[in-house]
């Protein structure tokens, strides 16, 4: 048995989702006036004719964005299709709204410097990219010190910092959903089986945080390493704690929850008025396994990812990873800012308004250190398919 890390409607609907996430941005608070210019960029001198990259749209305010287009793995698949999801939100936001100059990282470090450095001579207003963690560092390097911003696509939280923003899933948004939900139905003493290693780590602090702040209890907590017999170890370590729990914990996805779900059974645990919760990495699990029937997990809006989805299908002939949506929000954000202000409009008062932005991955705000809060939905596993429990907000609270 092998375990492994899980990932991530018709045009009038799609047309809507637009409109109501271009509505939602222009009900944000933007200060009166033109923000303060950033160091480097003057607005009216015009830009560098000269650019190196492909580019998407004709508009006066020109950004990058830095993908590892000829990187290895599944990287370059994703790359194109972040590329493919800028050019239809410049399509939808109009091709006069920015100029976006992409740049291949090749997925490396080195790359990511140099498309970063070539990004700041050619006069980018914002930065949209890279995907990879260690390349957000090095891009970070480059550009923190000429106060240009970046919104980058890597979900590991410790490359965010003031002014490098991550437009991404964040696993810790994931956990505290899902647990908040659960305390408040009742479930408040939770068992935790978790992988090892940083995501597993992140798991377990957010774990803990948000059960202590909600008035619940990890009662046990097992790491597990990305094999069966090291997963069935872990699943023994806390099987007596289960007994006296009310729910159990598995944030990972793929072959994980069933098994783990399995494992409990064969050892004479009864899971029947025990809730296994889960998070958006449960997209990747069999949700059509009998122990999973009932499960709770957290994840992102499925009905607006299903829009985003059928309409990159019917531009590109292909279903799209939901990664490459948040490509397409970030420009359709940007577009708008782009539109009030122009290229001074990246500046962190706009960017970290309070209330946030609407899109295709959800309802989602950039708080100051650079991370991401985004409002998730609930999702129950029923008759083998993901059925809505408690929908995302459509804002925060307080707006």
């Known amino acids: 048995m092998s375990f492994f890390k899980g990932g991530f409607f018709a045009r009038a609907v799609s047309a809507l989702l637009l409109a109501v996430f271009l509505t939602a941005c222009g009900m944000q608070h933007v200060p009166s006036g033109l923000p303060v210019p950033q160091p480097g960029i003057d607005p009216g001198s015009g830009l560098p004719q000269a650019v ?3 580019t998407i749209g004709n508009g006066e305010t020109r950004l990058a964005l830095l993908l590892p287009l000829s990187g ?3 990287g370059a698949r994703v790359a194109a299709e972040l590329r493919n999801a800028a050019q239809m939100a410049v399509d939808d936001a109009g091709a006069d709204s920015l100029q976006i100059v992409v740049k291949d990282t090749a997925g490396t470090e080195a790359g990511a410097a140099a498309a970063a450095q070539s990004a700041a001579a050619e006069g980018a207003a914002l930065v949209l990219g890279p995907l990879f963690a260690p390349n957000v560092r090095q891009v970070a390097s480059v550009l923190s010190p000429r106060r240009i911003p970046v919104m980058a696509f890597s979900s590991d939280r410790r490359v ?16 505290d959903r899902i647990l908040t939900y659960a305390v408040g139905q009742g479930f408040t003493k939770v068992v935790a089986i978790v992988p090892n290693g940083a995501a597993g780590d992140l798991a377990e602090t957010e774990a803990r945080r948000t059960l202590q702040g909600h008035g619940g209890e990890l009662v046990a907590l097992a790491r597990y390493d990305y094999d069966g017999a090291s997963l069935q170890a872990a699943v023994r370590e806390v099987a007596v704690a289960v007994d006296q729990a009310d729910a159990v914990f598995l944030p990972d996805g793929g072959d994980a929850p069933g098994a783990v779900a399995s494992t409990l059974t064969s050892l004479g645990v009864d899971l ?8 958006g990495q449960w997209a990747s699990a069999d949700l059509s396994d009998p122990s ?21 299908a019917q531009r590109f002939g292909a279903e799209p990873s939901v990664t490459s949506a948040l490509a397409y929000d970030a420009v359709i954000l940007a577009a708008r800012l782009a539109r009030q202000g122009g290229a001074a409009a990246f500046t962190p008062a706009n960017l970290q308004v309070a209330t946030g932005y609407a899109g295709y991955t959800g309802t989602f705000r950039f708080r100051a250190d650079g991370t ?6 609930v999702y129950e596993v029923a008759d083998g398919q993901a059925r809505l429990l408690s929908p995302a907000s459509g804002n925060f609270a307080g707006f």
């Not at 965010?160 to 948004?173: K, M, T």
């Not at 809006?301 to 829009?307: G, K, S």
């Open 52 to 54: 190196q990259g492909e």
């Open 72 to 74: 290895e793995g599944n």
């Open 160 to 175: 965010a910092a003031p002014g490098v923003y991550l437009n991404s899933y964040l696993p810790g948004g994931l956990v």
């Open 272 to 279: 029947s008025g025990k809730k296994l919760l889960g998070t």
């Open 292 to 312: 999973l029937q009932g499960a709770w997990f957290a994840d992102t809006d499925h009905a607006r990812l299903e829009a985003y989805k059928r309409k990159y």
């Open 372 to 377: 991401t809060e985004r409002n998730y939905a």
